[in-house]
């Protein structure tokens, strides 16, 4: 794969480094100045401004901006960039206590913790990716040197124009790092710079590669003494050039390409400069550009020349546009057999070579993606880009020869490619957003179209290009297919459409294709609710707020989603107004199971314990054989094996909701998808060793594309009550959609039936698949490390209503919940009853994890067992401060607590409570001196209760060994779900922590 040269279009580079602050001193300071900041900015300045991507006047400097200057340089830099744009940012990097934004503190910033805007003076990185996807660059490169740079990846995901911006951070995520002597550039910078600084063309992709190597050789380490890992995120076929000081032979002094000689030149249409060249004195060619019609560097149609909008490129006007369409990836992109052409192959040597795709069949050249201003760096299997509102690219012809430039939109697209021919202006301008716009067309473009207008008129596209260039291999556009997939299951269907593009069911006799295919994702949820209820937003969006077409893409022609459930669940809630109708085929295309993948320093070999068990009783095991063992399940709402592992975890009737949180809970958000949860992992060792991971079996043979060979290796085990990934095809209909119907009909009809057939099968079974109908496993060669050939049983398909009730109890989970604390007051709490490590004082910090739409409430538990308890504060919803104050008029009693008559009365108190769905939580604060009253028979009765009630019940203990195996509280939070705390633990975060993930206060 080569990266995007954007050499001679307009690049922007904004450098920015924060080396002074305003507040440095607590308790609302940054943590200090960085010195070695300053030095940073002058390095890469000079290192880039060397690099021959960007000129002089293309880089801008901020030194110690504040947030609003910062901004307005933003701003600026996004609107002007046309071919790549470029942020550096050096300075301090803040997380919020979940871990889920990234905040970049300008000059200005201050910490105020525990308040709403918890870094005033420092850009959300969630915003900032926002305003720069509004450039017209056709790449975007953020490149972040702070604490918690890693951080930004989770934001970067699901972002919805991702596929346009490369991220460079400089440490893994949840890592500080040290700046460094203030002498010096920072550690990372000064790699960086060094690397940018050697001799050739430097990609951003093998600079991250070489740029962790160096870094690993250097033994830098984290704050936390962890290896010193710089990240890099960007969707595999996407990179661009960073610097190119050696010019390549044969180039000029500048480093751009002289006119090559063409010994079939056909005579000129019209009179040029220099008919020997077709080129303007002194022009340039345009990186990025694809050689075609015979003359190296001209630019073709839909190849992003600013100021030509070329149809579906999302620029306002531009015919076959998509309003707020994100950028797609697409199937086919340079990486198909170049035996057989396509759109994008050509002949080098024939007269009409290049991108144009004009060229014979058999050239043996390989594919080049072309990408146009709405959908940059995307190549388009096919290279027909239909029309999101209406499914088909508007009734051309499914069959016959290659795709001509500018066909599939009126005669005047053609004209720009013939004008294109006799020369383009060098598009450089200076940063300063005073300076005048460089000129964007030479007076040929003004005058071309008048004059060739009455050739297309009077000869038709096919004959001027046949009289052009002499060539009658020329092939209509081949029709373009939308394939929407679940993310966890793109990388396969992708695989699939790349094989299916140049197999021989879709080359016609003259070696032109019949079909082209997109291949795209969305989160699971989303593109089910749109299909569901908002079809006709989706093909025509009438607000801001409800645009599919932005949020998950244009409108599918077929939907491969991860479950048949899935469907079911669209068709039982479809509006009866609905535009978009399915059909879903019968069987799926594949299966596999949904596992708990083990690490090996944790699991076990043995067949018993790795299958035959439901899913909870298998993370039971797991953490009473190794206490410090954690699970993690990717986003539910976003991939369909996130919500499927999630029915085992709550229960077909999706019943055991906190406790199933609590056994998968974990700092920050989960990962989107089931590979990005195995790719994050090996970030830090510890982790990665110790914790296991639900997801789908194929992954543990088909891999993700980082960390391959460092993460864990890991045992699969086989929960009974989990269902599996089945993968199905369903041909989506749009109402209206009919003028190509018949041949899109064919088109879908012909990739169902190679996805179904052998050679499908031949690529779900290289990806680790088992078969949709014996659950064997479709490679018959030796299992995937760590996976079981024939465990039993697998689980049958995912029913709708069970997928239903987990997604919207899993939703609820994350509203407004319910906490009753239990208070130990009785005599023996006197000497633990006053400061901060108190039994109030305590209770007071848990507080915070609790918002104005909680409802809580506090019983002091002290008495005789006909009146175990007093009421402090009613459950109700409560202003803090009023807690706070009720919980301060807490007193000891001079009386014995009866904890066994204290939590029967609350756990049915909250069983009474718990029909409106909120996530409950009873906490139990205690020294334990009287858990005399909590054995045998009574004991036995507590422990039952709490075991069919679904509140899990967290104890805090105050007494030293409070929570050893087979203690009275241990074995209550045990069988109930919750937690046991007590002296070896810091109780006031882990209790904080406890509330915040049932409360909606500070997480």
Same mark, same amino acid.
């Given at each position: ?6 050499r001679?279009?307009?690049n922007r580079?904004l450098l920015?480094g ?8 607590p %308790?609302h ?5 960085l010195?070695a900041?300053e030095h940073n900015?002058?390095r890469?300045r000079?290192?880039?401004a ?10 801008r400097v901020l030194?110690?901006?504040t ?7 933003l701003?600026?830099?996004a609107e002007?960039?046309?071919g ?12 919020p206590?979940?871990g889920?934004?990234?905040?970049l503190?300008?000059r200005n910033?201050r910490?105020i913790?525990g ?5 005033p003076?420092a850009?959300m ?7 720069l996807a509004?450039?017209p ?8 040197d702070?604490c918690f ?8 995901e699901?972002?919805?124009a /991702?596929?346009r ?5 400089s440490v893994?995520?949840n ?8 002498r010096t @550039?920072?550690p ?14 430097t990609g951003?992709?093998?600079l991250?590669d ?7 050789t250097?033994g830098?380490l984290?704050?936390?003494?962890k290896?010193?890992?710089?990240q890099f995120r960007?969707?595999?076929d996407?990179?661009v050039l960073?610097t190119?000081k050696?010019?390549?032979p044969g180039?000029? &002094?500048d480093?751009?390409?002289?006119p090559?000689?063409d010994t079939?030149?056909?005579?000129p249409?019209l ?5 020997g060249s077709?080129?303007?004195p002194?022009s340039?060619?345009g990186?990025?550009?694809e050689?075609g019609?015979?003359q190296?560097g001209?630019?073709l149609?839909?190849s992003g020349e600013?100021?030509?909008p070329?149809?579906?490129s999302?620029? %306002?006007?531009?015919p076959g546009?998509?309003?707020g369409?994100? !950028?797609l990836p697409a199937?086919g ?7 057989v ?9 024939a007269?009409?070579? =290049? ?7 058999g050239? *043996?050249? @390989?594919?080049?993606p072309?990408?146009?201003p709405?959908?940059?760096?995307a190549s ?7 029309d ?10 499914s069959?016959?020869?290659r795709?001509?430039p ?8 053609l004209v ?12 450089r301008?200076?940063?300063?957003? !005073?300076a005048g716009r460089?000129r964007?067309r030479t007076?040929?473009?003004v ?8 050739g297309l008129?009077?000869?038709g596209?096919l004959?001027l290009i /046949? ?7 020329v092939?209509?556009?081949a ?11 793109e990388p #396969?269907v992708r695989?699939a459409?790349?094989a299916?593009?140049?197999s021989?069911?879709?080359?016609t006799?003259?070696g032109?294709r019949r ?9 699971s949820?989303?593109?089910v609710?749109?299909l569901? =209820?908002r079809t006709g937003a989706?093909q025509e %969006?009438r607000d801001?707020?409800?645009n599919?077409?932005?949020d998950i ?6 939907w491969i989603p991860?479950s048949?459930?899935?469907?079911d669940?669209?068709e039982?809630?479809?509006d009866t107004?609905?535009?978009?109708g399915?059909e879903?085929d019968?069987?799926?295309l594949a ?11 944790i ?5 018993g314990?790795r299958?035959?068990?439901p899913l909870?009783?298998?993370i !039971?095991t797991? #953490?009473?054989?190794?206490e410090?063992a ?8 976003? #991939?369909?094996?996130g919500l499927?592992?999630t029915?085992?975890?709550y =229960?077909t009737?999706a019943r ?6 609590r056994?998968?809970?974990?700092p920050?958000p989960?990962?989107?998808t089931a590979a990005?949860?195995l790719c ?5 060792d510890?982790?990665?060793d110790? #914790? ?6 194929f ?5 993700v594309?980082?960390?391959?060979t460092?993460?864990?290796p890991r045992?699969a085990?086989? @929960?009974e009550?989990v269902?599996?990934?089945?993968p ?5 209909r ?5 003028r190509?119907e018949?041949a899109r009909?064919a088109s879908a009809?012909g990739?169902?039936d190679?996805l ?7 690529v779900?079974?290289?990806d680790g698949f088992?078969?949709a109908?014996?659950r064997?496993l479709?490679? /018959? ?10 465990p039993?049983?697998l689980h049958?398909?995912a029913g709708?209503d ?9 939703q609820?989970?994350g509203g ?7 208070l130990?007051?009785?005599?023996s709490?006197?000497?633990l009853?006053k400061?901060p490590s *108190?039994?109030p ?9 609790l ?7 506090v019983?002091a538990?002290?008495?005789p067992g006909?009146?175990?308890y007093?009421?402090?504060l &009613? ?5 803090r401060a ?7 008029t807490?007193?000891v ?9 204290a939590?029967?009365?609350a756990?049915?108190e909250?069983?009474?409570?718990g029909?409106?769905h909120?996530?409950?939580?009873i906490?139990?604060?205690t020294d334990?001196e009287?858990?005399?009253?909590l054995?045998?028979?009574?004991l036995?009765e507590?422990?039952?209760r709490?075991?069919?009630?679904d509140?899990?019940?967290?104890v ?5 060994g409070?929570?050893?195996p087979d203690? &009275?509280?241990?074995r209550i939070a ?18 904080h ?7 909606t206060?500070? *997480?």
């Amino acid at each position: 794969m080569l990266p995007l040269d954007p050499r001679g279009t307009a690049n922007r580079a904004l450098l920015v480094g924060v080396s002074e602050y305003d507040l440095t001193k607590p %308790p609302h300071g940054v943590p200090g100045d960085l010195p070695a900041v300053e030095h940073n900015l002058g390095r890469m300045r000079e290192v880039l401004a060397r690099g021959r991507v960007f000129e002089e006047q293309e880089i801008r400097v901020l030194a110690s901006p504040t947030l609003d200057a910062f901004g307005r340089a933003l701003q600026a830099a996004a609107e002007e960039a046309e071919g790549l744009l470029l942020l550096y940012f050096a300075g301090h990097g803040a997380i919020p206590n979940a871990g889920d934004e990234l905040f970049l503190q300008m000059r200005n910033a201050r910490v105020i913790p525990g308040g709403s805007a918890v870094f005033p003076g420092a850009e959300m990185f969630s915003s900032l990716l926002a305003e720069l996807a509004t450039s017209p660059a056709r790449r975007i490169v953020v490149i972040l040197d702070c604490c918690f740079a890693g951080n930004a990846a989770w934001i970067w995901e699901p972002f919805y124009a /991702k596929r346009r911006v490369l991220l460079l951070m400089s440490v893994q995520a949840n890592h500080r790092i040290d700046a460094g002597d203030p002498r010096t @550039p920072t550690p990372f910078t000064d790699v960086l710079a060094a690397l940018l600084e050697e001799e050739g063309e430097t990609g951003l992709r093998d600079l991250s590669d070489r740029l962790r190597q160096r870094m690993a050789t250097l033994g830098h380490l984290t704050e936390r003494g962890k290896p010193w890992e710089p990240q890099f995120r960007a969707e595999p076929d996407v990179d661009v050039l960073l610097t190119a000081k050696e010019a390549s032979p044969g180039t000029g &002094p500048d480093g751009d390409r002289p006119p090559q000689e063409d010994t079939e030149r056909p005579a000129p249409l019209l009179p040029g400069p220099d008919p020997g060249s077709g080129l303007d004195p002194g022009s340039d060619p345009g990186p990025g550009s694809e050689p075609g019609l015979g003359q190296p560097g001209v630019h073709l149609p839909g190849s992003g020349e600013p100021g030509l909008p070329a149809p579906g490129s999302g620029e %306002p006007g531009a015919p076959g546009s998509v309003t707020g369409e994100p !950028d797609l990836p697409a199937s086919g992109s340079g990486q198909s057999d170049p035996s057989v052409p396509g759109p994008g192959q050509s002949d080098p040597s024939a007269p009409c070579s =290049g991108g144009s795709g004009l060229s014979a069949p058999g050239s *043996g050249e @390989p594919d080049r993606p072309a990408s146009g201003p709405g959908q940059p760096g995307a190549s388009v299997s096919g290279s027909g880009q239909s029309d999101p509102s209406v499914p088909g690219p508007g009734g051309s012809s499914s069959q016959g020869r290659r795709e001509v430039p500018g066909s599939r939109s009126s005669p005047f697209r053609l004209v720009r490619l013939l004008v294109a021919r006799f020369g383009r202006s060098r598009r450089r301008g200076p940063l300063r957003p !005073d300076a005048g716009r460089p000129r964007r067309r030479t007076a040929v473009r003004v005058v071309a179209p008048v004059v060739l207008a009455a050739g297309l008129l009077g000869l038709g596209v096919l004959g001027l290009i /046949k009289i052009f260039c002499g060539n009658d291999s020329v092939c209509d556009p081949a029709l373009e297919l939308r394939v929407l997939t679940d993310p966890d299951l793109e990388p #396969t269907v992708r695989a699939a459409a790349d094989a299916y593009l140049t197999s021989d069911g879709n080359i016609t006799d003259a070696g032109c294709r019949r079909t082209g295919i997109t291949v795209y994702s969305a989160g699971s949820s989303d593109v089910v609710a749109a299909l569901r =209820g908002r079809t006709g937003a989706w093909q025509e %969006p009438r607000d801001a707020d409800t645009n599919p077409q932005r949020d998950i893409g244009p409108q599918p022609d077929v939907w491969i989603p991860a479950s048949r459930a899935a469907v079911d669940r669209v068709e039982a809630g479809q509006d009866t107004d609905a535009v978009a109708g399915l059909e879903a085929d019968e069987e799926p295309l594949a299966y596999s199971p949904v596992v708990l993948a083990v690490p090996h320093d944790i699991g076990s070999e043995a067949l018993g314990d790795r299958a035959d068990h439901p899913l909870n009783d298998m993370i !039971d095991t797991l #953490t009473e054989r190794y206490e410090n063992a954690a699970v993690r399940r990717p986003d539910p709402e976003f #991939t369909t094996a996130g919500l499927l592992a999630t029915v085992g975890l709550y =229960g077909t009737d999706a019943r055991a909701v906190a406790r199933g949180e609590r056994l998968v809970a974990q700092p920050g958000p989960p990962s989107p998808t089931a590979a990005e949860l195995l790719c994050t992992l090996p970030d830090d060792d510890a982790v990665d060793d110790r #914790t296991a991971a639900l997801v789908p079996e194929f992954l543990l043979r088909s891999g993700v594309g980082c960390d391959r060979t460092t993460r864990s290796p890991r045992f699969a085990q086989y @929960p009974e009550d989990v269902p599996g990934v089945e993968p199905v095809f369903v041909r989506v209909r749009w109402a209206g959609a009919d003028r190509d119907e018949s041949a899109r009909d064919a088109s879908a009809e012909g990739f169902r039936d190679w996805l179904a057939g052998e050679h499908g099968r031949e690529v779900f079974a290289r990806d680790g698949f088992r078969s949709a109908y014996d659950r064997e496993l479709l490679d /018959k060669g030796p299992a995937a490390e760590g996976v079981l050939r024939a465990p039993s049983p697998l689980h049958q398909s995912a029913g709708r209503d069970a997928m239903e009730r987990a997604l919207k109890a899993y939703q609820d989970a994350g509203g407004p919940g319910r906490v009753l604390f239990l208070l130990d007051s009785s005599g023996s709490m006197t000497g633990l009853w006053k400061g901060p490590s *108190g039994g109030p004082g305590l209770l007071r910090q848990s507080l915070g994890g609790l918002g104005g739409q909680d409802e809580y409430g506090v019983w002091a538990v002290a008495g005789p067992g006909d009146r175990p308890y007093g009421t402090l504060l &009613p459950l109700d919803r409560h202003r803090r401060a009023d807690a706070e104050r009720a919980v301060g008029t807490a007193r000891v009693r001079d009386a014995e607590a009866d904890p066994h008559a204290a939590l029967l009365a609350a756990l049915d108190e909250m069983t009474a409570r718990g029909d409106d769905h909120r996530p409950q939580l009873i906490v139990h604060i205690t020294d334990g001196e009287d858990n005399d009253r909590l054995t045998g028979d009574r004991l036995d009765e507590v422990l039952a209760r709490a075991r069919t009630s679904d509140v899990p019940v967290t104890v805090v203990s105050l007494q030293s060994g409070g929570c050893d195996p087979d203690r &009275p509280d241990r074995r209550i939070a045990d069988v109930s779900g919750g937690r046991c705390l007590d002296a070896v633990d810091d109780l006031g975060a882990a209790l904080h922590d406890e509330v915040a993930r049932t409360g909606t206060g500070e *997480g």
